[in-house]
């Protein structure tokens, strides 16, 4: 099973793969910002960066991925992408599984924002071996993810879910403590990679 768990995490880190996975989540943070594009066009200036969660969680990742293709780390994207990969992708697995409790049917687009924003968490959850992230990083992530919490839920800059509209209070809630427990989620990586986090070498991309 170790041997297993090994090959994986060198075949995650294999070239040409890497290359493939930045091309998926780089058109599909084009993609969920122009699936927020609706949203974006009656949103205030100074709350644009906060909106769009998902296609940014995929951006910060789509920028780690390239800076692995060239041998470099960022404890700080690394930090951001693992966090936001998992809260965003398990948020929006609940909301549209909400959805289907709420209406009864999703249809196939739901179920496709299904799939692939569990593949988001996932693909953190898979690359833990592999992110370089320290403390700071974690503690900068964590006031940018409890900080677009209260724009999202106390400026009322959530994702519009209209059939979810009567649960708001609800669902800020339980991602208030989505955040806190991907933030620990995310202290323990960084104590797990600690003696890892100072040796950022090109010797993890094959």
């Not at 998926?24 to 969920?32: C, D, E, P, R």
């Not at 208030?176 to 090109?202: E, M, R």
Request: net charge negative; with cysteine.
């Amino acid at each position: 099973m170790f041997s297993l768990m090994q090959n994986l995490s060198a075949w995650l880190m294999y070239r040409p793969f890497l290359l493939l996975l930045f091309i998926v989540n780089l058109l599909g943070t084009i993609y969920g910002y122009i699936w927020y594009g609706w949203q974006l066009k009656i949103t205030e200036p100074k709350f644009l960066l906060f909106v769009p969660d998902s296609p940014t969680a995929s951006l910060f990742f789509t920028i780690v991925l390239g800076l692995w293709l060239i041998g470099k780390h960022s404890s700080l994207f690394e930090a951001l992408a693992f966090i936001t990969l998992i809260k965003y992708g398990l948020w929006a697995v609940v909301m549209n599984l909400l959805t289907l409790w709420q209406v009864g049917e999703i249809g196939w687009m739901g179920w496709m924002l299904i799939g692939s924003h569990f593949a988001m968490a996932l693909q953190a959850v898979l690359y833990i071996d592999h992110f370089r992230f320290g403390w700071w990083a974690v503690a900068i992530t964590a006031v940018w993810t409890l900080h677009n919490d209260v724009i999202d839920y106390v400026f009322g800059q959530m994702p519009i879910y209209s059939s979810l509209n009567d649960y708001s209070a609800q669902i800020g809630y339980f991602t208030f403590w989505l955040s806190i427990g991907c933030i620990a989620f995310a202290c323990f990586v960084a104590h797990l990679n600690d003696p890892k986090a100072y040796q950022l070498t090109n010797t993890d991309v094959s």
